[in-house]
Every structure is written in C-alpha cells, then in structure tokens.
C-alpha cells in the first residue's frame, strides 16, 4: 500500500522564522518518487521538488531544504526565514515506481501554512 | 517549465446540465494525462488516469458514466461531468506526465493545470 502523511493539519509562525513541515510515508516499492508542492489560494499546483528513492542527499534551493532519510520514511521540507508569500497549502506526494497506475502521485493532506507578518 | 492550461478556469451551472473541462499541454506531448478532484481544505483524490487513443482508467469509486473523459489526443484531455449536481461541486484539477529527460524537475515530471472550480446550483 501507497501512504503520505502529514500530520501537522496547520502551522502558523510569524515573519522570519524558520519553519518544517513533515512528511513520512509508506510504501513496498525499492524504487520510488518523492514530491513537495506547494498551493497557493489561487489554487494552482507549484511543482517545488522531486527527489528519488536512491537519492537521500538533502537539498538546498534558496531558503527551501529538504531532508530526506529513508530509515525514517521521512520527507521534510523546512523554510528559512519565512515570508508572507510563503503561506499556502504544501502537499507531499509519492510516486512509486512501478504500479497499476503508472505514474500516479499518492498526496498527503497538506499542512496549512501560515505566515504573518 | 512546462506547462499545462485548463479551461474554463470557474464554471457555475445548474443541477441537471453538463459541464466540459479541458486539459491541454502547451509544450509538450502528454500521453497520460491525470484527473484529480480536490474537496476544500482536502487533499486531492485522484479520479482517473486518461491515456491517448485508449479509454480512461477510473478509481474505485469513480462512475465513469458520470465523468466522462476522453483523450482525443497527446496534448488534450477532457473531463465532461454529466448531470451535475451540487455535490459534485469541487476543484478539478488535471496533471499531464511528460516523459521527456531533461526538463526542469527531472525525468517523467507530472505538470499539474490551474485548476477548474465547479459550482453546481
């Protein structure tokens, strides 16, 4: 079975602080896809990062990182030093590599993320 | 990137009628194409999987009487809601596979649309 989760339903943090949001997930496949988008209120999927299973070198890109560690089944995403731009919904999602469906994306609830200012 | 257009970006309609959502890649060939829906404050659930020239793969629970899709060809899909109702009012939100190496975010990279908001009065 294909699992995400993340539990965290909303965060809320002020301005300039740093940020991480969890993700762990479930899945038989030795091979699979890693994902983070992230949801604006207008509601189009932003694409942020895609990381395969034999890869675990975190990733940096500006004030996003992402650590993943397959020992843990964890995929989490921090934000440095928030910014109002960066509130919206961010999902997790798995693709395995092989399955009845190719190619489909297995999402997470979300978490809510908030930024005030 | 690449991208992917869907149309209308908001529809209303009434109980009873159809409504026709489409998904087109830009840039690229798409040979399957996804169709999620997405519930307020919810994740999105996929409905089907629509591959060129061949019928659309449903999700348990999906009627595939009432959302019909066709992919007529690699870069339009169309997801037609029939007899809609008021609780068939949701996000619809497409996404086209592109399996082209090189593109920014890897190999066989998902593109997802903007999204059509469905209301049914």
């Known amino acids: 079975a294909q699992k995400v989760t993340q539990a965290q339903t909303e965060i809320s943090v002020v301005e300039k602080e740093d940020v991480t949001l969890d993700c762990v997930y479930e899945?038989?496949?030795?091979?699979?896809?890693l994902f983070w988008y992230k949801q604006p209120p207008s509601g189009e999927l932003v694409f942020l990062i895609r990381?395969?299973?034999?890869?675990?070198q975190n990733e940096i890109s500006g004030r996003y990182s992402w650590n993943f560690q397959k020992s843990t089944s964890s995929f989490n995403f921090t934000i440095t030093a928030s910014q109002v731009v960066d509130s919206a919904v961010y999902f997790c999602?798995?693709?395995?590599?092989?399955?009845?469906?190719?190619?489909?994306?297995?999402f997470g609830r979300g978490t809510q993320l908030t930024v005030w200012p | 990137g690449a991208v992917v257009s869907q149309h209308p970006s908001r529809v209303i309609c009434k109980s009873g009628t159809s409504v026709k959502i489409e998904c087109r890649s830009l840039?690229?060939?798409?040979?399957?194409m996804f169709w999620y829906r997405q519930f307020p404050k919810q994740s999105l659930m996929l409905m089907a999987t629509?591959?060129?020239?061949?019928?659309?793969?449903?999700e348990q629970g999906v009627e595939k009487d009432k959302f019909l899709i066709n992919h007529a060809s690699l870069t339009l899909s169309t997801l037609t809601v029939t007899s809609a109702h008021p609780e068939d009012s949701s996000f619809y939100i497409c996404?086209?596979?592109?399996?082209?190496?090189?593109?920014?975010?890897?190999?066989?990279?998902?593109?997802f649309g903007p999204g059509t908001r469905l209301t049914v009065l």
């Open positions: 996404s086209a596979r592109s399996p082209t190496s090189g593109r920014a975010g890897g190999t066989d990279t998902q593109y």
């Open positions: 899945t038989r496949d030795t091979t699979y896809y």
């Open positions: 990381r395969n299973s034999f890869d675990e």
């Open positions: 999602a798995l693709r395995p590599h092989r399955g009845s469906t190719l190619g489909r994306l297995y």
């Open positions: 840039d690229f060939q798409a040979t399957t």
């Open positions: 629509s591959n060129e020239g061949s019928k659309a793969t449903y």
